[in-house]
C-alpha cells in the first residue's frame, strides 16, 4: 500500500488561498500546525501557497510524541524536517506565542493555528490525565486531557496578544472542522451521530468570533458556513475580492457583527457520487444513492426541519415530498458541478 506522502490527491494550485489575499494585502501569514492540502509536491506546501511562515504537520493523524505518521517523520520548519522531542499540542502553542512575542507591530499579522488536536491517535501527557482520574471511560478520559491541553496552549496564545498590547485589535476566529468520532468517546450533545456523517452531529460545530473593539458579547443563530469566513476576512483587511476562481462563502460581516439575517439562503452540507446533503432555510435533504437522481424514488431521502428539529429526529421527507424535490433539484445541480473524488482518504 503506498505511502499516504505520496497521494496526489492536493487543494488545487489554481485555487486562491486566504494567506495570499491577505498577503496582497500587506498581512504577514503563518502557519502553525497541521496543512493536510497537499504533500507529495513542495509546490503544494504552506510556503508555497502565501504562507511566509510554516512550522508542523503535513498531515493529520500524527503520533502526538514521535511526530510520525506511517512510519516517516512529519514535522517541518519552513519545509525542513525537524527532530524534536514534544507533546506537538503544546509545542504549536509555544511556537504560534513565539511568533506573536516576535511580530513586528508595524504590519498586520495574520495567524492561522490549525492544532492536530483532538484528533487520533488518542494521547496526552500523563500531567493533563492525572486531571482527570474521575472519568472511567479511558478514551473519554483521554479526549478530556487532550482538549484541556489545547486549551491551555490557545491561552498562551491570547496571553502574548495581551503582553503585546495587541488582544483590542485582533480578532480571534476558533472553530472546530467537524462534529467528534462518536467511536473515541467524543459527545456531540443532543445532536444526531458524528463525524463522518451529513447529520447535525457531523457537520455543526462550535465556533466563536472575539475582537474586543469590534463585536459585542452575544449569540449567533443564523445559518453560516465556514467558507463564509474567507470573504468575510478580505473585506475586513480590505484585501480584493476579484478573482478568477468564484467564491464559495458569503460575505458574513453584518451578521456577526450586527445580529442581521444570514446572507445564505442555503448550505451545501456535502456531495458525493452516493450521498450528500443540502439546507435550504429550515429544511434538510439527506440522502443516500447515486447522484444526480431524476427523483428521490432511487434514493433514501430524509427530511427535516431543522429549526423545529435540530436533533433529526422525525422523518418529514413523506408528509413534503415538494421540499424534497425542490432540495434534491439543488443537490443535483450541485452534482453534476462537482469534480470526481481525488482521495479515498478520510480523516
Not at 94 to 107: C, L
Not at 147 to 157: L, N, P, V, W
Not at 181 to 194: K, S, V, Y
Not at 315 to 338: C, F, M, Q, S, T
Request: proline fraction near 8%; charged fraction near 30%.
Amino acid at each position: 500500500m503506498p505511502s499516504r506522502f505520496q497521494n496526489t490527491a492536493s487543494l488545487p494550485l489554481e485555487e486562491r488561498l486566504l494567506p495570499q489575499a491577505l498577503k496582497e494585502a500587506g498581512y504577514a501569514p503563518s502557519i502553525v500546525g497541521k496543512w493536510h492540502l497537499g504533500s507529495f509536491d513542495e509546490k503544494y506546501w504552506p510556503t508555497s501557497r502565501g504562507f511566509d511562515h510554516h512550522y508542523g504537520h503535513l498531515f493529520g493523524a500524527i503520533d502526538y510524541f514521535t511526530h510520525v505518521r506511517d512510519g516517516k517523520l512529519d514535522w517541518y520548519r519552513d519545509g525542513k524536517p525537524l527532530n524534536e522531542e514534544g507533546y506537538t499540542t503544546q509545542l504549536l502553542g509555544r511556537e504560534a506565542a513565539k511568533i506573536v512575542r516576535e511580530h513586528d507591530a508595524s504590519k498586520p499579522l495574520f495567524l492561522y493555528v490549525p492544532f492536530n488536536a483532538t484528533h487520533g491517535p488518542l494521547q496526552a501527557p500523563q500531567d493533563y490525565l492525572d486531571r482527570y482520574k474521575d472519568i472511567s471511560n479511558p478514551k473519554r478520559r483521554l479526549k478530556a486531557a487532550m482538549t484541556t491541553c489545547m486549551d491551555d496552549a490557545i491561552g498562551e496564545i491570547v496571553a502574548e496578544l495581551g503582553k503585546r498590547g495587541m488582544a483590542e485589535n485582533t480578532l480571534l476566529l476558533f472553530s472546530s472542522d467537524n462534529g467528534g468520532p462518536t467511536g473515541e468517546a467524543a459527545l456531540n450533545g443532543p445532536l444526531r451521530a458524528g463525524k463522518g456523517t451529513l447529520y447535525e452531529g457531523g457537520v455543526r460545530v462550535p465556533a466563536f468570533a472575539v475582537w474586543p473593539s469590534k463585536l459585542k458579547p452575544g449569540v449567533v443563530r443564523e445559518m453560516l458556513h465556514v467558507t463564509d469566513l474567507y470573504p468575510t476576512l478580505l473585506r475586513l483587511a480590505g484585501a480584493s475580492a476579484e478573482q478568477k476562481l468564484r467564491l464559495d462563502g458569503k460575505d458574513a460581516w453584518a451578521t456577526l457583527s450586527e445580529g442581521r439575517p444570514t446572507p445564505r439562503e442555503e448550505i451545501l452540507h456535502n456531495v458525493e457520487p452516493k450521498r450528500g446533503a443540502l439546507r435550504r432555510g429550515p429544511w434538510k435533504l439527506v440522502v443516500q444513492g447515486a447522484l444526480p437522481a431524476p427523483d428521490a424514488s432511487s434514493l433514501k431521502a430524509e427530511l427535516f426541519n431543522i429549526d423545529e428539529d435540530p436533533e433529526e429526529r422525525t422523518d418529514l421527507a413523506g408528509r413534503h415530498p415538494d421540499h424534497v424535490k425542490e432540495l434534491l433539484e439543488r443537490l443535483n445541480a450541485y452534482a453534476r458541478e462537482a469534480v470526481p473524488p481525488k482521495s479515498s482518504e478520510k480523516d
